[in-house]
């Protein structure tokens, strides 16, 4: 509950929306609501004991309709508006001046959001660059011991060769688009039958 309505200040203010015709319980909750910018809204348990503490003092009645209970104020619940008319006035501009306190502080807290989120894309945009350049740019192989000229030496440097190629172009396949999790297990697999494949023929 906003400080705005202590001291029975909601009590008057349900009055003067009564005074502006009929309404139910949840039609004074959307207007209190849309009075204080969707900032503020009373719940249905601080409405409804007030509008039967109301009916009690006989300033509002109500009837019944489909379950649902209408109110609307009487003869002696507009005298007393006439008499607090002055309360009134203060209490329109306090919850004038509540809202602008309220649009200022959620304004404050919409720009602070707004820009750690920023913060965060980014750092997550970054981290994920940094990951997949980790997992599939391929690093310098390192330098193979020096051999004899000749053939062997030719299929060693073609076979570094494939390799290379082989790591570059699975990176670029897997930068092209995003996969399924079945397509990224197969592939993990293959990879893994291949690299099996290779250990059993070179050692």
Same mark, same amino acid.
């Given at each position: &509950?906003?400080?705005?309505?202590?001291? +029975?200040?909601?009590?008057?203010?349900? !009055?003067?929306?009564?005074?502006?015709? @009929?309404?139910?319980?949840?039609?004074?909750?959307?207007?209190?609501?849309?009075?204080?910018? +969707?900032?503020?809204? @009373?719940?249905?348990?601080?409405?409804?004991?007030? !509008?039967? /503490?109301?009916?009690?003092?006989?300033?509002?009645?109500?009837?019944?309709?489909?379950?649902?209970?209408?109110?609307?104020?009487?003869?002696?619940?507009?005298?007393?508006?006439?008499?607090?008319? +002055?309360?009134?006035?203060?209490?329109?501009?306090?919850?004038?001046?509540?809202?602008?306190?309220?649009?200022?502080?959620?304004?404050?807290? /919409?720009?602070?959001?707004?820009?750690?989120?920023?913060?965060?894309?980014?750092?997550?945009?970054?981290?994920?660059?940094?990951?997949?350049?980790?997992?599939?740019?391929?690093?310098?192989?390192?330098?193979? @011991?020096?051999?004899?000229? +000749?053939?062997?030496?030719? !299929?060693?440097?073609?076979?570094?060769?494939?390799?290379?190629? #082989?790591?570059?172009?699975?990176?670029?396949? &897997?930068?092209?688009?995003? #996969?399924?999790?079945?397509?990224? /297990?197969?592939?993990?697999?293959?990879?893994?039958?291949?690299?099996?494949?290779? /250990?059993?023929?070179?050692?």
């Amino acid at each position: &509950m906003t400080a705005v309505f202590s001291h +029975g200040r909601l009590r008057l203010y349900l !009055l003067k929306l009564l005074d502006d015709g @009929p309404k139910h319980g949840y039609e004074l909750i959307r207007l209190l609501e849309d009075r204080f910018l +969707g900032l503020y809204a @009373p719940s249905a348990g601080t409405i409804y004991p007030r !509008l039967q /503490r109301l009916e009690v003092e006989g300033l509002v009645s109500h009837t019944a309709a489909g379950g649902r209970k209408t109110y609307d104020i009487t003869d002696a619940g507009r005298a007393e508006l006439r008499q607090r008319a +002055g309360e009134l006035t203060a209490l329109e501009t306090d919850i004038a001046a509540s809202v602008a306190d309220l649009s200022s502080l959620a304004g404050e807290i /919409r720009s602070e959001v707004r820009g750690s989120v920023r913060d965060l894309k980014r750092e997550l945009s970054e981290a994920t660059r940094q990951t997949r350049r980790a997992r599939w740019e391929a690093p310098a192989p390192p330098p193979r @011991p020096a051999s004899t000229p +000749g053939p062997q030496a030719e !299929l060693l440097d073609e076979l570094d060769q494939r390799l290379a190629a #082989f790591t570059v172009e699975v990176g670029r396949l &897997m930068r092209a688009r995003q #996969f399924s999790d079945t397509q990224l /297990r197969t592939a993990i697999r293959l990879l893994d039958g291949a690299l099996d494949g290779l /250990r059993r023929l070179l050692r």
